[in-house]
């Protein structure tokens, strides 16, 4: 074993030029599928957060005919205190309802939701959406999205005459306190936010809730989720929905362009398997003499054909190493120069270990399978061939 | 009966399938221990082909051969590689060492096939060859980096590192100059008489056949003349 590694050794150093072809090709290669993996990964994480990561990932709603949830913090309790709870990021009472601004001129429409601010911040994440102003502290106050801001031209401080459905009762006055800006268009048009008392008593309705939002740790299992959280709530006044159903041509695109990157990647480990598979069989005719002498001092075959396992896995190794270096030295360079005018990532992308591991073995592994052809060759290769042909 | 190292019985060797060539006839052989023996013949005369038969690098087509009393036309590819690393020595006429590697580690390199990590005692043994063959200088040397007569001298130590009984030799000075071929063949007998190695020499340098205890001619794959030598 060892002998036939010092051997490969050798073999690979004196051929040098062959053995840089080899290792650019597999380096190439390593490098194409880590950068092309890492970007696709990074593209998909980045529509997926753009798409739901301001969004409920499971809403719980409820199943009455008014349409409210009674009791709401019980029900929040009930799913924190659950077995799934280390699976839910965050979990929200929301009270929602459409209204209408009073202007002088005109009214305008908006949709005010009112949830544990804290809570929520986990979901809005308030700290940097919040552009301008404060979060609300007092009832009676609500942060507007900046279209709306701008729009009807208010600024904190300001007070909005507020009429919440049934519509008989005299509009409410309400301040604004902040202004956020989501990645939702819809939101900073339309949205108020305040805490859920404010929203609660807004609509007279107090102790209710319109839905339950929960943001989970693996987005991808929401379905299953959402499942197994309604076998343990066992109340029939909620249903849950998740937002797989409700996106379902997204996933569809996201599935089409992960099928995509794998093909892409299969094509690039078949090319490097074949290349590395067609020098080194041309290797193994360049050294039959070598093999000849060999066998005809006793080496034994299946040393033999190990010399050009070994070589296979050595070039591999090396080359998925210095793969992943041209790999992550691309994406770093993509995510470094290729940037929006504020400096951020144009795509940002996250480096995924368990992928580059994968992507190195998957080399190496190919690298082993292709010596394998030229390792049977060599351990059939007789050395009276060699001896008789000089 | 002298002890035997070597013994052939019936030998035949048929190469092809539709245009046959029988290039050994019939053969039987005995080669005594610690002898020094020449074959020779001219070209096509099977003296290879016996040669390669008894270095079990080839197969009889029939017969039996024995060597150091084991039928190696029985064993298995494993068995067979194990009788050429321990009991045979190999000198070709192309020298065929390793040009990926040293001098010194062309010479180990038959013992490296069982132990990768040889002893001090190892070592001492190749140093002394090499010195013998006074090629301490170019030990360190890749063997493309040094001269034919010292190449094939690498390959005479090479054959004697793991003590072998029996040492096959192919035309090993038929690519040297007169003076290199008398060194060479002081060198095997001296080794003969140091080791008590037996040794085959395959030649068609007369002068070097005069010189071995007995003298084998082959012609058309049977044994035309088998003479001991007495010149010594």
Known sequence: MRLSFRIAWRFIKSSRGQSFLIIAGITIGVAVQIFIGLLIQGLQANLVQETIGNSSQITLRSTRKDDLIISPDEVVKNIRESPYADEIESVLAVSDTPGIIRLDERDYSAFLRGFDLKEGNKIYDFDNTLIRGDLPDKQGEVIIGNEMAKELSLEPGDTIKLVIPPVVILPKTVTVSGIF???????????????????????????????????????????????????????????ALDWKEENADLLSALNGQSISSIMIQVFVIISVALAIASVLAISVVQKSRQLGILKAMGIRNSKAGQIFIFEGLMLGVIGAIMGTLVGV???WMFTTFAVNPDGTAVVPVYINYGFIVLSMGIAIASSVIAAMIPGIRSAKLSPIEVIRNG | MDKHILKLENVNKIYGTVVKTHALKDLSLTIGESSFNAIIGQSGSGKSTLLNIIGALDNPTSGKVYINDKDISEMKTNQLADVRNQTLGFIFQFHYLLPEFTTMENVLMPYWMNNINPPKEIIDKANYLLDKMGLSEVKEKLTTQISGGQQQRTAIARSLINNPRLILADEPTGNLDSENTKTVYDLLRDINKEFGTTFILVTHDQRVAEMADRIIELKDGIIKMDVRNDVQ
């Open chain 1, 329 to 331: 030295g691309l994406i």
């Open chain 1, 181 to 239: 800006q989501f990645g939702l268009g819809q939101a900073n048009r339309t949205w108020m936010i305040s805490d859920l008392k404010t929203v609660q008593n807004l609509r007279n309705k107090p102790n209710t809730a319109s839905s339950i939002e929960m943001q989970i740790e693996e987005p991808f299992q929401a379905d299953v989720l959402a499942t197994k959280l309604m076998e343990h709530l066992k109340n029939d006044a909620l249903n």
